[in-house]
């Protein structure tokens, strides 16, 4: 008794039918500029391609007879990528920075321009206020520095939650204008 081998997977890729690999007895012909020239064999059709030194690609192979294109389709083929990655939509991320109590000028202006880098670039910022030790006794101080920034930053961002306090931190979220 024999075993049959596994079936080989393989990726499926259709390739187009361009230039050479027409098979079809006649074909609709369409040139670069969107004129029709007719019906006519496709041997014929990739002359005319090949004199302008174009290619020819198969458009429609469901019509009677079958519509070919005369294009450059390297230009094609990347004008269509491009187009689909424009398409493809941008997923807006969530960004944290976080700061303390007692934050220093200059550190907190870092911050700040870290927040403002995230909102140009589209993604929402979460700013969280920490608390340690004895911190959790003046509050307060935590609230100002929060304010402070939310100050700083409403030309480019509005809030979207507001300053809540979650155990020992406050947290606000900001999304872009």
Known sequence: MTATPPPRRTTHRTVPNINERIR???????????????IMSPREAL?????????LVVISEKADPPVCRIMDYGKFKYQQRKRQHKTHSRQTKIKEIWVRPGTGEHDLQVKLNRAREFLTEKNKVV??????????AHIEEGRKVL??????LEDLAKVETPPSHQGRRIVCTLAPK
């Not at 079809?24 to 007719?38: E, H, N, S, Y």
């Open 24 to 38: 079809f007895p006649k074909v609709r012909l369409i040139d670069a500029d969107g004129t029709q020239l007719g």
């Open 47 to 55: 002359s005319l391609a090949q004199e302008r030194e174009l290619d």
């Open 127 to 136: 700013v969280a206020v920490r608390f340690r030790g004895r911190e959790l």
């Open 147 to 152: 304010d402070n920034i939310l100050a700083r």
